[in-house]
T-cell receptor, first 114, second 107 residues
Framework: DGGITQSPKYLFRKEGQNVTLSCEQN?????MYWYRQDPGQGLRLIYY???????QKGDIAEGYSVSREKKESFPLTVTSAQKNPTAFYLC?????????????FGDGTRLSIL | QQPVQSPQAVILREGEDAVINCSSS?????VHWYRQKHGEAPVFLMI?????EQKGHDKISASFNEKKQQSSLYLTASQLSYSGTYFC????????FGAGTRLTVKP
């Protein structure tokens, strides 16, 4: 079955540590996205990528980094510069970044500070 | 800019109807609606494209007024399975999601 796989489901970060969240899709989608979800604030866009080796900052990119070396993979690194990383992180993909393309979401990674 | 959703929360009894609104300050090409159960991934419901269309399946439908940059989601004869948080996503040059409306359906 095609879909998006995020791992791990739960992740704990120590102070000063970088952590990487994995996102893999086998839907053959060109566009991929990372969102942060905090209670009462909906989904806020961190980064998105429309094509391999290219990505753009979203609304809250500070303290995060991404790479897109393969079409199916879009890992997100939460760096030590992100002072409040505790949140639910969702990865999504769509066939293209167009107005008529729905986004398909992974099951998310819940990140907490130790 | 994130679209504005209203209400923030609504509680229904089974069989009652609800309307969730989504508005944007920007001109829109489309509006997307998603539902998220607690701790799960959002699930796509429908897309409404520029042109003022109305769509629906089963007892969930939606309208899109592009002149007012507004969309409404209509849930008719609600079922327990409708409980969750509903998000609208508005597309201008890229997608932005609203803060969500928490819908609780009680027996």
């Amino acid at each position: 079955d095609g879909g998006i796989t995020q791992s791990p489901k739960y992740l704990f970060r120590k102070e000063g540590q970088n952590v990487t969240l994995s996102c893999e899709q086998n839907l053959n989608h060109d566009a991929m996205y990372w969102y942060r979800q905090d209670p009462g604030q909906g989904l806020r866009l961190i980064y998105y990528s429309q094509i391999v080796n290219d990505f753009q900052k979203g609304d809250i990119a500070e303290g995060y980094s991404v790479s897109r070396e393969k079409k199916e993979s879009f890992p997100l690194t939460v760096t030590s510069a992100q002072k409040n990383p505790t949140a639910f992180y969702l990865c999504a993909s769509s066939m293209a970044q167009l107005s008529n393309q729905p986004q398909h979401f992974g099951d998310g990674t819940r990140l907490s500070i130790l | 800019q994130q679209p504005v959703q209203s209400p923030q929360a609504v509680i229904l009894r089974e069989g009652e109807d609800a309307v969730i609104n989504c508005s944007s300050s920007k001109a829109l090409y489309s509006v997307h609606w998603y539902r998220q159960k607690h701790g799960e991934a959002p699930v796509f419901l429908m897309i409404l494209l520029k042109g003022g269309e109305q769509k629906g399946h089963d007892k969930i439908s939606a309208s899109f007024n592009e002149k007012k940059q507004q969309s409404s989601l209509y849930l008719t004869a609600s079922q327990l399975s409708y409980s969750g948080t509903y998000f609208c996503g508005t597309y201008n040059n890229d997608m932005r999601f609203g803060a969500g409306t928490r819908l609780t359906v009680k027996p």
